[in-house]
């Protein structure tokens, strides 16, 4: 039996506490778990020096690959920020000619243009061991079928859960997102065992289901692994009572490989990180000094075994903490907690990256729209529900209704053009909204935040 301390015992099917490891590699006792390390970190140096971004930064400090003695030469490396890539657009990063590029994922580009990542074949190969790994940490056998209700496209949930799930050796729904009843149908109608999405999206689905005269706990889900966006015991705990199923937290980026760094085992005590192909530092976000374990930090996160790409020492703005105590599943993995927020502004609302930035760009382009403006999220059952006040020009306020209609149907197309996503337009009027002399704070989030 599995047990969640903030939710009545859960009882785990056998298969999910057998207690099965996917890679040797995960039990590597430290000393030769710290000597790959340095090989890899090694390697990954070299191939890192093939790029310009990381040739120019290492002439600079005199590192060589042969300067990388032991895994305290790691701090000497460079930082490398998500506007690092964002300057060396689109592919300013590449480590490998063009024509062993396999496959290119990239962020939403919410922002502006995506940050794009390039896999070669054995990256792919790579990613799909990966994700296998923590896969199998939480029960998925050759015998499963699995509904995926990620996306499939530039984002690397649907691809990379996809290809990890095949790599078990489990039969797979690609049933995407989108179209909840159909889900239902699916689920009900082909029997899966196992869910992927997003935590909230499960919640939706049960939520649906109700409406549909549905107990979502007669689904024949027995268990899931969630990721994609920050959630809380509290949210594990209604997902599992309302669909009566176990419920895995897995982590990952895009700007490292996608889903694959971290997952849960079954004693679901922080997500292990795969550390003979990631490198990770629990960093204080101002001195960039490491903090105890324990205490939360920013991950910074160094891809020793990506070719197409290597990354080192990635700011990931994610703040969680590290635990190094031993696991009873075996593993010798160091493991993290949950994401319990970021260093910078963006928010994380049904699975997409939405930051203030993008809502301020859509307002300049309404004629009427002053840029002045605030962001409420709030969460109402299971969905992420925004909310955007928009202060109206002097000059363009007006008492008529269908005026006033006419703009906030403007401003709404212009958000969703932009961000992908609805929202709750609100026009309030000239000079209401606070002003800031320092940094504006433009987002205020009622959402419950995720716990250690």
């Given at each position: 039996?599995?047990?969640?301390?903030?939710?009545?015992?859960?009882?785990?099917?056998?298969?999910?506490?057998?207690?099965?490891?996917?890679?040797?590699?995960?039990?590597?006792?430290?000393?030769?778990?710290?000597?790959?390390?340095?090989?890899?970190?090694?390697?990954?140096?070299?191939?890192?020096?093939?790029?310009?971004?990381?040739?120019?930064?290492?002439?600079?400090?005199?590192?060589?690959?042969?300067?990388?003695?032991?895994?305290?030469?790691?701090?000497?490396?460079?930082?490398?920020?998500?506007?690092?890539?964002?300057?060396?657009?689109?592919?300013?990063?590449?480590?490998?000619?063009?024509?062993?590029?396999?496959?290119?994922?990239?962020?939403?580009?919410?922002?502006?243009?995506?940050?794009?990542?390039?896999?070669?074949?054995?990256?792919?190969?790579l990613w799909a061991d990966l994700c296998?790994?923590?896969?199998?940490?939480?029960?998925?056998?050759?015998?499963?079928?699995?509904?995926?209700?990620?996306?499939?496209?530039?984002?690397?949930?649907?691809?990379?859960?996809?290809?990890?799930?095949?790599?078990?050796?489990?039969?797979?729904?690609?049933?995407?997102?989108?179209?909840?009843?159909?889900?239902?149908?699916?689920?009900?109608?082909?029997?899966?065992?196992?869910?992927?999405?997003?935590?909230?999206?499960?919640?939706?689905?049960?939520?649906?289901?109700?409406?549909?005269?549905?107990?979502?706990?007669?689904?024949?889900?027995?268990?899931?692994?969630?990721?994609?966006?920050?959630?809380?015991?509290?949210?594990?705990?209604?997902?599992?009572?309302?669909?009566?199923?176990?419920?895995?937290?897995?982590?990952?980026?895009?700007?490292?490989?996608?889903?694959?760094v971290s997952g849960e085992c079954a004693a679901r005590r922080g997500?292990?990180?795969?550390?003979?192909?990631?490198?990770?530092?629990?960093?204080?976000?101002?001195?960039?000094?490491?903090?105890?374990?324990?205490?939360?930090?920013?991950?910074?996160?160094?891809?020793?075994?990506?070719?197409?790409?290597?990354?080192?020492?990635?700011?990931?703005?994610?703040?969680?903490?590290?635990?190094?105590?031993?696991?009873?599943?075996?593993?010798?993995?160091?493991?993290?907690?949950?994401?319990?927020?970021?260093?910078?502004?963006?928010?994380?609302?049904?699975?997409?990256?939405?930051?203030?930035?993008?809502?301020?760009?859509?307002?300049?382009?309404?004629?009427?729209?002053?840029?002045?403006?605030?962001?409420?999220?709030?969460?109402?059952?299971?969905?992420?529900?925004?909310?955007?006040?928009?202060?109206?020009?002097?000059?363009?306020?007006?008492?008529?209704?269908?005026?006033?209609?006419?703009?906030?149907?403007?401003?709404?197309?212009?958000?969703?053009?932009?961000?992908?996503?609805?929202?709750?337009?609100?026009?309030?009027?000239?000079?209401?909204?606070?002003?800031?002399?320092?940094?504006?704070?433009?987002?205020?989030?009622?959402?419950?935040?995720?716990?250690?």
């Amino acid at each position: 039996m599995v047990l969640n301390p903030r939710s009545a015992p859960v009882q785990a099917p056998e298969f999910v506490t057998e207690n099965r490891i996917w890679d040797p590699d995960e039990t590597l006792p430290l000393p030769q778990l710290q000597a790959l390390q340095v090989e890899r970190l090694r390697d990954c140096v070299g191939r890192a020096g093939t790029v310009s971004f990381y040739r120019d930064a290492f002439q600079k400090n005199n590192i060589t690959i042969s300067s990388i003695k032991s895994l305290d030469d790691l701090k000497r490396l460079p930082l490398t920020t998500k506007q690092d890539l964002r300057e060396h657009y689109p592919l300013g990063f590449l480590a490998v000619t063009r024509d062993k590029i396999a496959r290119l994922h990239g962020s939403s580009g919410t922002t502006g243009k995506p940050t794009f990542v390039a896999y070669t074949q054995d990256d792919l190969k790579l990613w799909a061991d990966l994700c296998a790994r923590f896969l199998t940490a939480g029960g998925l056998q050759a015998k499963h079928l699995v509904h995926i209700a990620f996306g499939y496209g530039l984002f690397t949930g649907g691809f990379g859960l996809h290809y990890g799930v095949e790599r078990v050796g489990a039969a797979i729904v690609p049933a995407a997102s989108g179209n909840t009843e159909r889900q239902i149908m699916l689920l009900r109608d082909l029997e899966a065992d196992a869910l992927v999405c997003t935590p909230s999206y499960a919640l939706y689905i049960a939520e649906v289901a109700q409406q549909e005269g549905i107990d979502p706990r007669s689904l024949p889900l027995k268990f899931a692994h969630f990721g994609g966006e920050p959630w809380t015991e509290d949210m594990r705990a209604q997902i599992e009572r309302d669909m009566d199923i176990l419920a895995f937290n897995n982590y990952g980026l895009s700007e490292i490989i996608g889903p694959g760094v971290s997952g849960e085992c079954a004693a679901r005590r922080g997500m292990h990180i795969q550390e003979d192909h990631f490198l990770v530092e629990c960093l204080d976000p101002d001195t960039l000094e490491p903090v105890p374990d324990g205490q939360p930090g920013e991950l910074v996160i160094t891809a020793m075994t990506k070719q197409a790409m290597p990354i080192i020492r990635y700011r990931t703005r994610d703040i969680a903490s590290l635990d190094h105590t031993p696991c009873p599943c075996g593993r010798t993995t160091v493991r993290m907690g949950r994401v319990i927020g970021r260093t910078d502004d963006m928010l994380i609302v049904r699975g997409v990256n939405l930051y203030p930035s993008q809502i301020e760009e859509a307002l300049l382009r309404v004629e009427g729209a002053a840029p002045h403006y605030q962001i409420e999220v709030d969460r109402r059952g299971s969905r992420d529900n925004i909310t955007v006040r928009v202060e109206m020009r002097a000059q363009d306020f007006s008492d008529k209704m269908r005026e006033m209609a006419v703009l906030r149907d403007r401003i709404d197309r212009e958000i969703h053009h932009i961000t992908g996503l609805r929202m709750h337009i609100e026009l309030v009027a000239p000079q209401t909204l606070e002003r800031f002399v320092g940094k504006a704070k433009r987002v205020i989030d009622h959402r419950p935040k995720a716990e250690l």
